[in-house]
């Protein structure tokens, strides 16, 4: 009875309902193909279905990031109509000394929050003191809720050369006023980065280690492993494909954070994302800024390229 | 001469929860000793209590004398097979093998004379270079016995090692394990809930139940003198009839019933009168036609129950009969196939008859 009157509406859609009503009625569409599918007695081929069904998701892909990534990248090649290479001409004489700076820090801080979350995994997953494993585990995640503008206001007030940190330091007598220095330079960013991202790795760590076979980690004690050498020679091993996944996503969102080094170190040298909102913002150059953009993919894909291989070829395995 | 391995009343406690009850147990060098029980009955917990990962509230574990309870695993001179077998799946067969010997700083010659004549051991020649996932079931369990016996320790402890094996091929393995740890002189604690594995590898077997131990002995004492209704009931004998009896010197006088013949059994030390279960096995019970009438005679050195074959099948053998015995029912097995619905008789031979007093 149901699967009549489906039939009969779709017929209508078919033959009457003039083509706009039909895109302006999407969910009632779907809702319509759906049923009739299931009746099984209508035309319309099952992959047309699919692909109706991944036409929404795949019209936001299109339209709020493809077709404005292709324009950034045509926008880094256009100069003044025509195409040339003269943005990343301009871009890499301004800016290769911050672009490698740009580098260095984001790698340097992956190396740190990846010691970081091993250890603060590490000692999740292999801590004898289960209270201290009970408060590790409720305070490591906190830096996770608090956004990076707050990350980098935070660390400015604390590391300033007359900021909190000093002073603690001056007040416990361990150094003197004369030689407080500011570490609202690299060592900033490096800090603020280290503790905002380090959470998020470690979450995914952990939970990681959490599941592996805890036999595994007994037949090594059983043998005489000490625990540094179960994290490193028995956990780490198992986990490496997460700590990698955990890595390079928090890679890529360094790279792209403006806050920070805006807060911490607005002066030369500093990372690319600060100097593509001065040439925006400054200037309205956004053939160099657009440049700065893709020359920050390429240092993102690269790194992506580093994960595929690397999962392809444990796949192939 | 105190055992090489005692466990002197441990008591295990998970939370408010008491897992083992003061338990104690000796095992003698060398000897093959298997933990039976049904799951939950604090088996896993008295191995893992040996092997140090568990630390017993009170009582004491010893290893030739020297009391080894706050020791750590590694430093009381056994291994651990685990019931998942615990390969490390990112190490070869022979870094599996050889990495308790890295850790004890054995120069890299050394491990790998000694991985090769552990391979060698265990027919895994090979697969040396192979990771654990790309080995059958039999062949990984054999790599974490190789894994542990590298390391030549004093006991080897397992854990439901063949618990994870197909039927066949594990009734194989359970006889390589058990040559094995006789050629290597080993001592040997084996945890299983299977019977027959307990009763074909072990010198000797601990039936638990409950964190406390029924009953200590030779598969054959256990199998034909269980100590109480439930030891009797896990070896298998099933079958059980409620009867009434009095003792007379040493002999005991079973009433007869509504369903049973008179009968008298030698009492052999016990101390048996008034209510009882009497348990027997299928294969140990006769069957044959039963008379029009309950005899009144007494019965010599074996009960006799009458009852109706309710259903019958043939698991191969010998012919399964199941028989209504009074609101009871009994599984008795015969060379012959009884009718459905057939009035029988089931003599059980004294020897094959345990009988204990009703709580």
């Known amino acids: 009875m149901s699967a009549k009157l489906e039939t009969k509406v779709s017929d209508a859609w078919g033959s009457e309902t003039p083509p706009q009503a039909r895109s302006a009625d999407t969910s009632g569409m779907v809702q319509a193909t759906g049923s009739a599918a299931e009746s099984g007695g209508w035309a319309m081929p099952v992959q047309a279905i699919g692909l109706l069904l991944v036409a929404p998701a795949l019209a936001v892909v299109v339209f709020l990031f493809i077709v404005p990534l292709i324009s950034s990248v045509t926008g880094a090649f256009d100069v003044g109509g025509a195409l040339s290479l003269g943005n990343f001409a301009k871009a890499f004489e301004l800016y290769s000394g911050d672009m490698l700076f740009t580098l260095a820090i984001v790698l340097l801080s992956s190396a740190l929050i990846a010691l970081f979350s091993i250890m603060i995994g590490g000692y999740l997953t292999l801590g004898s003191n289960p209270r201290a494993v009970a408060i590790l585990r409720w305070i490591y995640r906190w830096p996770l809720f608090i956004p990076f ?110 806050s920070v080094p805006l807060m911490i170190n607005a002066q030369s040298p500093t990372m690319i994302t600060a100097n593509m909102a001065f040439r925006i913002n400054a200037y309205r150059d956004y053939g160099v800024a657009n440049a700065l953009g893709l020359i920050s993919l390429l240092m993102t894909s690269a790194v992506a390229w580093i994960y595929l291989r690397q999962t392809m070829r444990e796949h192939s395995r | ?34 933990l039976l029980g049904s799951s939950g009955c604090g088996k896993t917990t008295l191995l893992r209590s040996i092997a140090g990962f568990n630390t017993p509230a009170s009582g004491a574990i010893r290893v030739n004398g020297h009391d080894v309870t706050r020791l750590p695993p590694d430093k009381r001179g056994m291994a651990l097979v685990f019931q998942s077998y615990a390969l490390w799946p990112h190490m070869t067969v022979d870094q599996n093998i050889g990495y308790g010997l890295k850790l004890r700083k054995m120069p890299k010659v050394a491990i790998d004379a000694r991985v090769t004549e552990i391979k060698r051991l265990l027919g895994l020649d090979a697969f040396g270079a192979r990771k654990p996932a790309n080995l059958s079931g039999g062949q990984r369990q054999r790599v974490a016995l190789g894994r542990a016996l590298a390391i030549q320790p004093d006991i080897l402890l397992l854990d439901e090692p063949l618990s994870n094996l197909d039927a066949r091929i594990r009734l194989t393995v359970r006889h390589e394990i058990s040559a094995l740890q006789r050629r290597l ?53 099933e079958n059980l009839v409620e009867l009434s009896a009095v003792l007379h010197g040493d002999r005991i006088e079973i009433a007869a019933g509504a369903f049973n013949t008179a009968a008298v059994v030698s009492a052999r030390g016990r101390a048996l009168s008034g209510p009882l279960n009497a348990r027997f096995r299928g294969e140990s019970a006769e069957l044959s036609d039963a008379e029009s009438a309950i005899p009144s005679l007494r019965e010599e050195g074996a009960l006799r129950l009458t009852g109706t074959v309710e259903q019958t099948s043939y698991p191969g053998g010998l012919w399964r009969h199941v028989i209504a015995v009074g609101s009871a029912h009994v599984i008795v097995d015969s060379p012959r196939s009884f009718e459905i619905g057939k009035r029988v008789s089931v003599r059980i031979p004294e020897e094959a008859l345990f009988l204990y007093s009703k709580q």
């Open chain 1, 149 to 258: 503008i707050v990350v980098g206001q935070i660390l400015r007030t604390f590391l300033a050369k007359n900021g909190l940190m000093n002073n603690i330091f001056i007040e416990l007598g361990l150094m003197t006023p004369l030689s407080a220095m500011s570490f609202l330079d690299w060592r900033g960013i490096v800090i603020a980065f280290v503790w905002k991202q380090t959470p998020f790795v470690a979450l995914l760590l952990s939970g990681a280690m959490a599941s592996i076979d805890r036999s595994t980690i007994e037949a090594a004690r059983n043998l005489g492993a000490n625990r540094l050498r179960i994290l490193v020679e028995i956990v780490l091993p198992q986990v490496r494909t997460t700590l990698l996944v955990g890595l390079i996503l928090s890679f890529v969102t360094m790279m792209s954070v403006l």
């Open chain 2, 1 to 34: 001469m105190s055992a090489f391995l005692e466990v002197v009343n441990a008591r295990v406690l998970y939370g408010q929860n008491e897992v083992l009850k003061g338990v104690n147990l000796a095992v003698e060098k060398g000897e093959f000793v298997a």
């Open chain 2, 185 to 237: 002189g080993i001592t040997a604690v084996h945890v299983t809930h299977d019977r027959e594995e307990a009763m074909v590898m072990a010198d000797r077997i601990v039936i638990l139940n409950n964190g406390e131990i029924a009953q200590v002995g030779t598969p054959e004492e256990v199998y034909n003198r269980p100590a109480s209704d439930f030891v009797a009931a896990f070896m298998g004998a």
